[in-house]
């Protein structure tokens, strides 16, 4: 079964409109942090923001913001006032304990998004 | 701004060939990664580092993978005998503090296997 689920192969935005990238995840641990990573046509992972499974509130940075819904396990990255810098992949990632101990993560990564900008 | 710089950005090699791939992870940086992702799909773990040990590794990080910090600087992934399968971009990463979200990325290294 996936842990990562992004549903969504592509996404097309007109520059300065928001857009939410979703992304679903599953796990059993109580204890987890979820973030996300953008990967331009250059290749390169640039991490974008970080939720924690015991964080309140939503978390921002920027123009990113996440959608974090834990009952639902889901945490959707929006990205607000779309530049035509965004277009690019989006990967949603999760770490969770690989040992019952819970002193390791070992991430996964979902399929990603692509996200294209038009001007 | 300090970033994690990988070396060769392009490397072809023949099946059955070794390779080793190069890394400098951030200095003040204590955790160390590699991921691998194969043309279109998603980034996979392959093995973390810390305290010249592997702390973790991936079901993919089989006996013809190795890692290496040969010295204060350079953390390495070496392939013994590569495949064609084993054709993908490589990232290496690091953090200050383990389980760090924040990991920071090399620009990878794309492997041809030819």
């Known amino acids: 079964a996936q842990k990562i689920t992004q549903t969504q192969p592509g996404m097309f935005v007109q520059e300065k409109e928001a857009v939410t990238l979703d992304c679903t995840y599953d796990?059993?641990?109580?204890?987890?942090?979820l973030f996300w990573y953008k990967q331009p046509s250059s290749g390169e992972m640039i991490f974008l923001i970080y939720q924690g499974s015991y964080d309140e509130q939503n978390a921002t940075e920027g123009r990113y913001s996440l959608n974090f819904q834990k009952a639902r396990k889901s945490t959707n990255l929006v990205i607000s006032a779309s530049q035509l810098g965004d277009s690019a992949m989006y990967f949603c990632?999760?770490?969770?304990?690989?040992?019952?101990?819970?002193?390791?993560?070992?991430?996964?990564f979902g399929r990603g998004t692509s996200l294209i900008v038009h001007p | 701004e300090p970033e994690v710089t990988q070396t060769p950005s392009h490397q072809v090699t023949q099946m059955g060939q070794e390779v080793i791939l190069r890394c400098v992870p951030i200095?003040?940086?204590?955790?160390f990664y590699w991921y691998r992702q194969i043309l279109g799909q998603k980034v996979e773990f392959l093995v973390s580092f810390y305290n010249n040990e592997i702390s973790e590794k991936s079901e993919i990080f089989d006996d013809q993978f190795s890692v290496e910090r040969p010295d204060g600087s350079n953390f390495t992934l070496k392939i013994r005998s590569t495949k064609l399968e084993d054709s993908a971009m490589y990232f290496c990463?690091?953090?200050?503090?383990?389980?760090?979200?924040?990991?920071?990325f090399g620009p990878g290294t794309r492997l041809t296997v030819t």
């Open positions: 796990t059993s641990d109580q204890s987890y942090g």
């Open positions: 990463a690091s953090s200050e503090r383990q389980g760090s979200y924040e990991q920071y």
């Open positions: 990632a999760m770490r969770e304990p690989s040992d019952p101990s819970g002193g390791s993560y070992i991430p996964t």
């Open positions: 200095s003040n940086h204590l955790y």
